[in-house]
């Protein structure tokens, strides 16, 4: 049985935002979701993957995804953000540690996410490798205020647990 000590249990947080724009489809949690607008950035500008990537590394101690995928790097551009998922997990796995759960928030005027949770929930569980259950979408509105209630952008929170699943006392990533 595992013992709970610092050394042994993490929790990261992630946090980002996209501007709307018409044009690029609308990527979220890896999903294409049908939309009048997509976010507009270097990769395909998955806010909810950008979010979930942080919150991966920050529970390593790894830094953050602008340190690891400049958006200044040509071979981001366009990206599918995937990828930065996939790269956050293995580099997380490589130093022993397993992810316990995820949650995580996006906040979206338009278009209306309910029925696009699940789909979003099951990718997300694919890319962390986690059974479904540990994995939760919750979906707000800007109730009409600041960017995200005016629908000029669209916000991502997350969260995740780690557990280190060998015996190291490494404390250090
Ligand atoms: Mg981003």
Redesign the pocket.
């Known amino acids: 049985m595992t013992t709970i000590s610092p050394a042994s249990i993490r929790v990261g947080l992630g946090q ?1 935002a ?1 501007r709307l724009v018409v044009g690029p489809p609308l990527m979220l949690g890896g999903v294409e979701i049908p939309s009048a607008k997509g976010l507009d ?1 270097h990769s395909d ?1 998955d ?1 909810l993957l ?1 979010a979930v990537t942080d919150a991966l590394l920050g529970a390593a101690g790894l830094g953050d995804i602008g340190e690891w995928f400049p958006n200044s790097d040509p071979q981001w551009k366009g990206a599918a953000s995937d990828v930065f998922v996939l790269e956050a997990v293995k580099e997380i796995h490589a130093r022993g540690w397993a992810i316990i759960n995820l949650d995580c928030t996006i906040s979206a005027e338009q278009p209306k996410l309910t029925p696009h949770k699940p789909a979003i929930r099951q990718r997300l569980a694919e890319l962390l490798q986690l059974d479904v259950n540990c994995v939760n979408v919750k979906a707000k509105t800007g109730e009409l205020v600041g960017p995200v209630g005016r629908g000029e952008a669209m916000n991502a929170e997350a969260i995740v647990l780690l557990v280190r699943i060998d015996n190291s006392t490494q404390t250090d990533s």
Do not use: E, F, P
């Open positions: 980002d996209h950035g500008a806010v950008h």
